[in-house]
């Protein structure tokens, strides 16, 4: 079918549309802070958004962009390497860093390759998700002979795009009205990672999706994007697939799932999608920031009473992680784990 393996033709509902409304919504906010009350109005800037969206970009976030060009120059030569030379570093059953190009979302196959390396080396997760193992894995990184400036240049932009997700992160605890370090205990031993993206052009973009619809799993994504485009979000108000418009050197931050529970479903972990394109391949980066696999997740103390009771019962970040990557690299019969399924009966 359009000369491209079933296993990537979406469900006809989901494919995308080959026009697409233009407009500007998702909010761009300008991190730099000048004068008494800089912090506060930049806070609630941020609240707005991530209530209204869920998404938003930013500039003057203090990411050199020089770095940032020069992981995105290893990246291009990663992924311009002949497939043998790429497939030395894949991702295996023991450990799932490195380099793959199988991955699912919704069991349909992703038109992408990817890379995935842990910002903490080594990172300590749950052997399985089974609740009653408690056995803990210890899980490092794999790394690919070339190019040979791949390692280090990936490690330090990790370091610059993790102090970027932290100084987020006091924000956001700001904008909910709590101390600025409210969030920042559960990432102790923070288990996220830095993923490269490689959208190779697609010969039926119509049928396809770089990445299926999704939410991601963790607290906070920080992606940058190059200047082709394709990332669209669901806008909440009717359904409609939104295009986030490239931004050069911005960085575009989305909620994801831990931060919807903690908020009490103040914030949204919106739906996203990659859409491909036919002549152009395209790069993104994001870094997805996850707690430490020993934090239960559930709504905060100050953010529930009488009113508003909890929306969410508690889980096991890690538990859940471990679950929902499992599914990552095949067909399932359902549906990966999802916070809905977390639902208290009061919220429904
Ligand atoms: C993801 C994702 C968006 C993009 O990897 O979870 O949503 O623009 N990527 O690559
Ligand atoms: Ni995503």
Not at 133 to 157: A, G, H, L, M, V
Not at 205 to 223: C, Q
Not at 318 to 339: C, M
Request: with cysteine; net charge negative.
């Amino acid at each position: 079918m359009g000369g491209i393996d079933q296993a990537f033709v979406q469900e006809p509902e989901q494919r995308p549309k080959s026009s697409t409304i233009e407009v500007d919504g998702i909010p761009v906010i300008d991190m730099s802070v000048s004068g008494t009350g800089g912090i506060e109005k930049l806070a609630s800037e941020i609240g707005n958004a991530c209530r209204k969206w869920g998404f938003f970009q930013v500039i003057n976030h203090g990411v050199p962009l020089e770095l940032r060009q020069r992981v995105e120059k290893v990246a291009k030569a990663f992924f311009d390497l002949p497939i043998e030379e790429k497939r030395k570093a894949k991702r295996d059953d023991l450990n799932f860093t490195g380099y793959h190009d199988e991955e699912h979302t919704k069991n349909v196959r992703d038109w992408k390759e990817v890379f995935d390396m842990l910002i903490e080396d080594p990172t300590f997760l749950p052997a399985s998700p089974d609740p009653d193992d408690e056995e803990i894995r210890t899980y490092s990184n794999k790394w690919p002979e070339n190019p040979p400036e791949f390692r280090e240049t990936c490690q330090e932009y990790c370091r610059e795009v993790e102090k970027l997700a932290f100084k987020l992160l006091e924000l956001i605890s700001l904008s909910l009205g709590l101390p600025a370090n409210r969030l920042s205990d559960f990432f102790k031993h923070q288990t996220g990672m830095l993923r490269l993206n490689y959208y190779p052009p697609c010969p039926s973009p119509e049928l396809a999706l770089g990445v299926g619809r999704h939410r991601d799993g963790g607290a906070l994504t920080v992606l940058a994007q190059d200047d082709v485009g394709g990332l669209q979000i669901r806008r909440q108000s009717d359904g409609e697939w939104i295009p986030i418009k490239p931004i050069p050197n911005a960085y575009i931050i989305n909620i994801a799932d831990a931060l919807q529970v903690w908020s009490n479903d103040l914030y949204v972990s919106a739906e996203h999608r990659v859409v491909v394109n036919f002549e152009q391949e395209r790069f993104s980066i994001p870094l997805f920031f996850f707690p430490s696999h020993y934090v239960k997740v559930a709504p905060l103390d100050e953010l529930v009473n009488e009113q508003n009771p909890a929306k969410y019962k508690e889980y096991s970040w890690g538990k859940y992680y471990i679950n929902r990557t499992g599914s990552n690299y095949k067909k399932l019969e359902a549906e990966n784990l999802q916070i809905d399924h977390f639902k208290t009966p009061e919220s429904e």
